[in-house]
Every structure is written in structure tokens, then in C-alpha cells.
């Protein structure tokens, strides 16, 4: 079974620039999370979809950061303009469901540096 | 709002010992999920053990088993003859029940050096 894919897996960037970050899922899997870990802490879940509708994006600053999941399978999420303080990894995850009992499965990861 | 604390930056343990890392956490729930996940150098995080809170029993994953106490609101976990593999950085979360939006709150980390 094919694991949770992202791309690109390392970006570096000037403040004020945009990037955008792809994630494709485990086939299957209706929910998705984006999470952004800052070096040093835990992940923060930025937003989750279930299908193609937003279920939480109250820690999403939604001044900078967009995200799309049009057709239900893969996303995107977008920064514009990008911040010193947006440096973090962003980490796609996605399960079966959004129960707790519904395992996350976690992609390698986006390592985004902005200078 | 839920936090989870782990106090412990670093630990190290010699390979075939065994170590124990731990994790507090705060809520006014009496439901609720706690997991440990392990995520290498590689940063691909995994689920290492789950525990719903409901339940008494201790869970146990092979050579990983938890410390559950819900009085004190202590999630521990214990690695049993811990291998060159098991070294990452080993993350504790809280999860409130239900479906629907109710995230995964992480602790901040604690990095786990095994030494041969």
C-alpha cells in the first residue's frame, strides 16, 4: 500500500514570495490534515478536510495560508505571502475517517525555509 | 483547551535496556484518546501505541507498552529492550472523542538516543 505522498520535499524561499506545497493521500482516505511542525515543537493541525469540505481551519491563518481539496483526493496548501516565522516542516497526514479510532498516517514531510 | 507536557527534551538508554518517557496532560474531559507517535531522522511520523481513556488496561504494541493513570493524567511509555532503530524523536498526543473536528494535540517531543 502506497504511503501518503508530498511534494516538493524541501523549499527555500525569500519573505514575501509565495510557495505551495502537494500532498496526495493513502487511496481511500477521505479525511486529510495539514499540520505545520516548527522546529523544536509538536504539530500543529492547520486544517482538516473531510471529502472536499473543510471540517477545521480555526488554527489556519487565513491572512497568508489558503488550502484546497477540489476533487476529494489530493491537496494543496498555499502561503502568500510567506513569513521568517512560516520556516517549519508541513506534514500531510490522512485517514480512513475522522473517528479517533481512525489511524493518521503521516507523509515525509515539506521543509520550508524562508529567508 | 487540552496540553500535553512532556519534560523530558532528551533520553538516552543503552540497546537492550529499557526506558520510559513521560507525558502529562490537562483536560476537563472524561473521554478522551492518547497516542504515542515516533517519528525518525526520516520525519515520516508513526503511531507506535493507542489508548482510550474508558479503558483500564494498559496498551501494549510488542515491545512498547504505556502507564496509563487517569487520576494523575499520566500517559507514559515504556520501551522494552530497546533497539538502534527505535532512536527518533517520540511525540505524545491528545485526542478528545467523537467525530468530526477534534484534533490531535501534540507535546513537544522528546528525543530518544539508543546506545550500542
Known amino acids: 500500500e502506497a504511503g501518503v505522498a508530498q511534494s516538493p520535499r524541501y523549499k527555500i524561499i525569500e519573505k514575501r514570495q509565495s510557495v505551495a506545497f502537494w500532498c496526495n493521500p493513502i487511496?481511500?482516505?477521505?479525511?486529510l490534515y495539514w499540520y505545520q511542525q516548527i522546529l523544536g515543537q509538536g504539530p500543529k493541525l492547520l486544517i482538516q478536510f473531510q471529502n472536499n469540505g473543510v471540517v477545521d481551519d480555526s488554527q489556519l491563518p487565513k491572512d497568508r495560508f489558503s488550502a484546497e481539496r477540489l476533487k476529494g483526493v489530493d491537496s494543496t496548501l498555499k502561503i502568500q505571502p510567506a513569513k521568517l516565522e512560516d520556516s517549519a516542516v508541513y506534514l500531510c497526514a490522512s485517514s480512513l475517517g475522522g473517528r479517533p479510532t481512525d489511524t493518521q498516517y503521516f507523509g515525509p514531510g515539506t521543509r520550508l525555509t524562508v529567508l | 483547551a487540552q496540553t500535553v507536557t512532556q519534560s523530558q527534551p532528551e533520553m538516552s538508554v543503552q540497546e537492550a535496556e529499557t526506558v520510559t518517557l513521560s507525558c502529562t496532560y490537562d483536560?476537563?474531559?472524561?473521554?478522551?484518546?492518547l497516542f504515542w507517535y515516533k517519528q525518525p531522522p526520516s520525519r515520516q511520523m508513526i503511531l507506535v501505541i493507542r489508548?482510550?481513556?474508558?479503558?483500564?488496561q494498559n496498551a501494549t504494541e510488542n515491545r512498547f507498552s504505556v502507564n496509563f493513570q487517569k487520576a494523575a493524567k499520566s500517559f507514559s511509555l515504556k520501551i522494552s529492550d530497546s533497539q538502534l532503530g527505535d532512536a527518533a524523536m517520540y511525540f505524545c498526543a491528545y485526542r478528545s472523542p467523537g467525530a468530526g473536528s477534534y484534533q490531535l494535540t501534540f507535546g513537544k517531543g522528546t528525543k530518544l538516543s539508543v546506545i550500542p
Open positions: 489508548q482510550e481513556a474508558y479503558k483500564q
Open positions: 487511496s481511500g482516505h477521505a479525511t
Open positions: 483536560t476537563s474531559e472524561s473521554d478522551y484518546y
